[in-house]
Structure formats: C-alpha cells, structure tokens
C-alpha cells in the first residue's frame, strides 16, 4: 500500500515545502521509490529540482477539463529512486476555475489512481490556503503531517486545518490519518522555541513527532544549489534531523498499515 502524505500548514513560512523535500529525498536515500508532488503555485518544490520550463506539463494540467496524465507530468530526478511532479504559478487561478464543479476535490486522487502502485511513498507540498488544492490533497491522502513553526501564535492557525481535515475524514476521505506534527524552525536558545515546543506539546501529546527540526541555514540555502540537504550539505544539523524524521515516519506508517490490516481481518 502506497503512503500518500501530505504536508500542510495553512500559515505561510512554516517549513512545509523544506520538510517535503527533504523528506522525500530521505525516503529515497532510503531505497523507497517516492514522488514529490509540488500543489503550491509558488512551486518553490519545483524549482530546487529544475529550472522552470514553459513547455513542460505540469500539475496545474492534470487538473485541467482534459486532464494530463500524472505518468506524463513526472520528472526524475538525480537519485534514481526520487521523481518530482513539478507545479506552477498557473495553479492560483485554479481555485476560481473549479469552483462550482462537482468533482472538483477529487481530481487528484483519480489522476493519481494509474500510478499509485509505482511509488511506496508519494508526498504532497500544500500551498499556505485551505483552497481546492489543500483540499484535493488530503482526499488523496492516506495520512497528514502538520508542521509547526516554533514561534508564537503558531497553534492559533492549526484549530481551522483541524476542522478541515475533521470534515475530510466525515465525508470524502474517512481513512485519512494524522500521521504527526513535527516542530520546524527550532532555536534551543530562545525562550520562544521552548515555550511553543511545550505548548505544541501540551495540544498534541502522542502525534507530536520526537525528532525536531532546529534552524539551519544549510536548509535555506541548499534550494538556491538545486540540492536537497543530503547532497548540499550531508553532515548538518538539517540532513541528519530530516533523517530521523523520515526513520520516524516510516515506522508510524508500517505501524499503521499492521493496524490497517488486522482491522480489515476482523
Ligand atoms: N529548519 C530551517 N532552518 C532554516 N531555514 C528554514 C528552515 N525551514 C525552512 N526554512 C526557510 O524558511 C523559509 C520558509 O520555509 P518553507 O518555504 O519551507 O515554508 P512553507 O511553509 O513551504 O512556506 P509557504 O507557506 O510560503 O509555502 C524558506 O526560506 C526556507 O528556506
Ligand atoms: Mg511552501
């Protein structure tokens, strides 16, 4: 079974196109065959694999009234094991495009049905809205990781994103699965990073991921090298904390499908 993961904050600058990166690239080192999705019209997943090219399809093109197929939009990348569907600023008018049309949060989970098999794990980079495109994300998702910036007021957004994916699971998407929260932009010596580490705590007990993602400036300046941090920077604070995350991720998710599996036996 394919994890279709996505990544998603709607408050903007919170470290969910760093953390979709560099966990993609973290499962593929792992041997996974993953694919990155880039949903965010700044297409800033895109760009640190690729420079941007007019010609090529992208995402904005599946969602289209004669969609593009997924397998023709689908990039590679250096690691053999890591493949980017890339976006574009296009996908900002899509949210008045589809307005009104029926199947309109659905289109990503049919596009994504022929090639599900392909990948063992598929991420998903959101845009800071709770749009269509945030929306047709968590349909298409077997599980959602929030990430939250150590800084205050950052809880306050989370109570819509909550409320979003509380609906998605009623209706559309009832398997659906919060996978965790992990803590970005970490700074152990301010009394900011601890507080909120505790109050992110206090909220979310369990689904809090053990591993945190501290402030380090290889992590800002591997997408202008068109790297992930494990090839930019391999020893730093970043590449071996995305690491570990994607160790944690990985059991959370085996751990789930065991579940999965032993609920649909009985
Ligand atoms: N752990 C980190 N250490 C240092 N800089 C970071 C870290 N995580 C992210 N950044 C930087 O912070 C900025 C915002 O991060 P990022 O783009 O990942 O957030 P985002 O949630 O995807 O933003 P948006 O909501 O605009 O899509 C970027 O410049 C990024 O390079
Ligand atoms: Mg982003």
Known sequence: MTCVLSVANQKGGVGKTTTSINLAAAFALKKKRTLLIDLDPQANASITFFSPDETQATMYDVFAE?????????????????????GRLALARLEQQLA?????????KDALAPILKSYDYIVLDTPPALGILTVNALVASTHLLVPIQA??????????????YGRIRSRPNPDLKMLGVVITLYDKRTNISRDTHEQIRATFG????KTRISKNVRLEESPAYKETV??????????????????????????D???RHSQDAA
């Open 66 to 86: 004669h969609p593009a197929e997924m397998a023709k939009i689908i990039r590679p990348t250096k690691d053999p094991n890591l493949f980017v569907a890339p």
């Open 100 to 108: 009104g049309q029926f199947d309109a949060p659905f289109r990503l």
């Open 151 to 164: 800084a205050y007021f950052a809880i306050e957004g989370t109570d819509d994103l909550l409320e979003t």
């Open 206 to 209: 369990n689904a809090l991921f």
């Open 230 to 255: 494990f090839t930019y920077a391999p020893k730093s604070s970043g590449a071996e904390e995305y690491k570990k995350l994607a160790q944690e991720v990985i059991q959370r998710v085996e751990e």
């Open 257 to 259: 499908r065991v579940t």
